[in-house]
């Protein structure tokens, strides 16, 4: 069966330092995966999607960037975070195409000081 | 373009009532459509899945939802609440994309009172 994990769980970092969460997928090949954020009160916001290795979409201009090294490896990144980048962060991974359901990891929450 | 809207931030109900969390879709292509519960600091778990079969859907934990295309609705209903269903509830529509985007609903929150 497939797995999703995410790390940290949770992270509480100073404004201006780096940022790197990990999502990896486990019992599949070739997923689309996928950013999003929940900021207080702001429902589901959506940040990259990838449909394969090196391919990344963004649809929100910020200071974040993603990359998947791997086939079923994420990774959101910030070489500088601001307060605003406070959120609960999830990954989600869905089979290749269109149409189908996501699965979702259990999230990181960030708090940025 | 695709857009979902759920009616109603905040539902509330008691235990044993009817549980009736509305959604409204906009598509301009067949549309594939979803339902997700989040418990507090988890991530979503999807409920069920309309796929162009059966308009009733019946997922987990005995929640149901009707496709009624002329209405463009897909409202998630539940017969009697439980004090474990107090959580929020998404709706999602796909985008049409052979990216599989999702687009969601902001969600409704749902209290289930004793």
């Known amino acids: 069966s497939q797995t999703i994990h995410q790390w940290p769980a949770t992270l509480v970092q100073p404004v201006g330092s780096p940022l790197s969460l990990e999502c990896t997928v486990e019992?599949?090949?070739?997923?689309?995966l996928y950013w999003y954020r929940q900021a207080a009160g702001r429902g589901l916001q959506l940040l990259f999607y990838s449909v394969g290795i090196g391919q990344i979409s963004s649809e929100v201009p910020q200071n974040l960037s993603a990359s998947r090294p791997q086939d079923r490896q994420f990774i959101l990144s910030s070489k500088k975070l601001l307060l605003s980048d406070s959120g609960f962060y999830l990954c989600?991974?869905?089979?290749?195409?269109?149409?189908?359901?996501?699965?979702f990891g259990p999230g990181t929450r960030l708090t940025v000081l | 373009a695709q857009s979902v809207t759920q009616l109603g931030s905040h539902v509330s109900v008691s235990e044993g009532a009817l549980v009736l969390l509305r959604c409204n879709y906009s598509s301009s292509v067949p549309p594939y459509l979803f339902w997700y519960v989040q418990y507090p600091n988890q991530g979503l778990q999807l409920l069920l899945k309309?796929?162009?079969?059966?308009?009733l859907v019946k997922g987990i934990n005995g929640f149901e939802a009707e496709f009624k295309k002329s209405e463009t609705s897909f409202h998630l209903t539940k017969p009697s609440a439980h004090m474990s269903d107090a959580a929020e509830y998404f709706c999602?529509?796909?985008?049409?994309?052979?990216?599989?985007?999702?687009?969601f609903g902001k969600g409704t929150k749902l209290s289930v009172k004793p």
């Open positions: 019992g599949t090949s070739n997923p689309n």
């Open positions: 309309y796929t162009s079969a059966a308009t």
């Open positions: 989600a991974w869905s089979v290749e195409g269109g149409g189908h359901e996501q699965f």
């Open positions: 999602a529509v796909s985008d049409g994309g052979s990216q599989g985007n999702l687009i």
